[in-house]
């Protein structure tokens, strides 16, 4: 009993500490902007990391849902429903990564550097969900039956593709090897390479501005 009210007890201040970052961060509020354009006025590179942290636990909470979903794999329930998920952390994600390439600052890139695992994690976590893929695979392999129209086979044809070959049908022992592979591509040595990339990309347009 004593472990159950202290469980709730976690749950409540998380679920009002995320509201209250929501309430402040201009990143995961409404823009008040022009066909809902970002309020960059308004966003600070402090906002960010707690940005992506609340995105991509956001999205994983959406994943996990489709996951333990007990109705059969549907194209509404799956492919839909994984298509609809993330909007969070893909719209703190675009704004970021743009930024990054337009007009980056030292910040931008140690914030990068911390972001980028994070992203990489996530992107495996979807990606060698294995009970996911065997949701998507289930629509997958009926697809001739649903009478779905064109737009949406194409959208669960390439579901699926992302997911074979992103290793979805890898052995979990070669899923590890893959896993560590990814990491080894955040190092700092190759983040480096980009930081200099983004480096001489602003250096570039300042010249000629």
């Not at 970021?96 to 990068?112: G, H, K, R, S, V």
């Not at 040595?189 to 000629?208: A, Q, R, V």
């Amino acid at each position: 009993m004593k472990m159950k009210l202290l469980a709730a007890g976690v749950m409540l201040a998380f679920s009002i500490g995320s509201n209250a970052m929501e309430t402040t961060n201009p990143l995961l509020t409404p823009s008040k902007a022009p066909f809902g354009a970002p309020e960059f006025d308004k966003i600070k590179n402090e906002h960010y990391l707690p940005a992506f942290e609340v995105g991509i636990a956001e999205a994983k909470a959406e994943i996990d849902a489709i996951v333990a979903n007990p109705e059969e794999p549907t194209f509404e329930n799956t492919i839909e429903a994984m298509e609809f998920s993330g909007r969070t952390l893909n719209r703190v994600a675009g704004i970021f990564y743009n930024l990054m390439e337009a007009n980056t600052n030292d910040q931008m890139q140690e914030m990068a550097e911390k972001i980028t695992p994070m992203m990489t994690e996530f992107s495996m976590y979807v990606s060698l969900n294995d009970a996911l893929f065997q949701r998507v695979k289930a629509v997958y392999e009926k697809k001739n039956e649903l009478g779905l129209e064109q737009d949406q086979m194409k959208l669960l044809e390439d579901a699926y593709k992302s997911f074979v070959r992103g290793g979805a049908n890898l052995t979990p022992e070669q899923k590890e090897k893959l896993k560590e592979f990814e990491k080894s591509v955040n190092n700092d040595k190759n983040y480096k390479k980009n930081k200099n990339f983004f480096e001489k990309l602003k250096s570039f347009f300042d010249d000629n501005d």
